[in-house]
């Protein structure tokens, strides 16, 4: 193999670039050249094409966001786009195509798969963390780290104020970011889309009525994902308002979450996949995410990233729910003792 390929596909996330450096460097390390296409997918079939060079890694892996851009590209479902893919590739002599992004973008390295003779291989970004076949993603611990400090932030005014805040965390359908960050920020509530039953209006209320009761002169923080709550966490807002009689503020922080520099965590991760990667593709594997396990890096096949569902730790999931009712239960054995 003289020369493979990168893209960065759908949404960014913190640690791209660090994971771009280590496959453009081991593939130097080989004597392989590496090409990134701009804007993922869509600068495959358009030829958007740039040589990456060691020299252009020397500065990338501090930067948030990714070097290469990229963008979501649903025409590339088409089998048309997929053939209009692998031409351009072949054009280039390109022999295998290294994919870093999350659910949609394995499903479309998957369909490229499908029509392209060369080798394809996912590397898992996306601050979700909702692939399956991996312990975490590229992205995903920044973006819990970010929601953190915006939470702890929240908490200083909430609790000078004694307000009630609904804070927002990215996550789509997949409650791992508003899991982790409502335990790292000591959250009062959390409300995800695993959660079974899901909680209803009128118990919200009745938790934060109580928790008023108990504690006029503190704060009560809820976590809540995206998309979950219809109308979204400000409508959610209102209703609390109207439901408990005291005034809940919406906080989402929306795509701050994206944003900023890559924690060591996410680093150190992004080179070892992008490391492997390589590897992998030097021993002739295909079709595959390069992923990790307890620390060891797997092969997945990459449909199986997309086709089963990632739960969620039920060791953190009860952590959170204990320790949001902790304090609360804590103070009515104590006035009942």
């Known amino acids: 193999m003289k020369k493979i390929a ?11 670039n660090a994971c771009i450096r280590a496959i453009v460097l081991t593939a130097n390390q080989h004597d392989v050249e590496v090409i990134g296409f701009r804007h993922g997918f869509r600068g495959i079939v358009e030829d958007l094409n740039l040589p990456l060079h060691p020299n252009d890694m020397r500065l990338v892996s501090q930067r948030g966001g990714t070097i290469l851009l990229s963008s979501r590209y649903p025409e590339f479902k088409q089998v048309s786009a997929a053939k209009a893919a692998a031409a351009v590739l072949d054009q280039h002599n390109i022999g295998a195509l290294v994919v870093i992004g ?8 998957h ?57 927002e965390v990215m996550g789509r359908h997949a409650g791992f970011i508003g899991l982790h960050a409502a335990i790292a920020g000591s959250a009062e509530g959390m409300l995800v889309p695993e959660l079974e039953p899901q909680p209803k209006l009128a118990d919200i209320a009745d938790r934060i009525k109580q928790a008023r009761a108990a504690f006029p002169d503190s704060s009560y923080l809820i976590v809540v994902s995206e998309n979950l709550w219809p109308g979204g966490v400000e409508n959610l807002a209102r209703e609390l308002t109207q439901a408990t009689g005291t005034t809940c503020h919406s906080a989402p922080l929306g795509h701050i979450q994206r944003g900023g ?35 060891h890096v797997v092969q997945v096949p990459l449909r199986l990233t997309f086709e089963r569902d990632k739960p969620l730790d039920p060791r953190l999931v009860d952590l959170q729910l204990g320790l949001q009712q902790l304090n609360f239960a804590s103070k009515v054995v104590k006035e009942s003792a």
Do not use: C, K
Request: a negative charge; proline letters at 3%; glycine letters at 14%.
């Open 6 to 16: 990168v893209i960065t596909s759908g949404g960014d996330a913190p640690g791209m």
């Open 111 to 167: 369909h490229l798969d499908q029509y392209w003779d060369g080798q394809v291989i996912g590397i898992p970004g996306t601050i979700d963390n909702d692939l399956a076949g991996t312990d975490t993603t590229i992205g995903f611990t920044t973006a819990v780290d970010t929601a953190m400090e915006a939470i702890d932030r929240i908490r200083e005014t909430a609790e000078a104020m004694a307000r009630v805040f609904l804070i």
């Open 261 to 295: 520099r890559p924690n060591a965590e996410d680093r150190i991760l992004s080179m070892q996949l992008g490391q492997a990667a390589v590897h992998a593709l030097l021993d002739g594997l295909s079709g595959h995410m390069i992923g990790v396990e307890q620390g």
């Open 102 to 109: 999350g659910d949609g973008s394995f499903r479309g390295a």
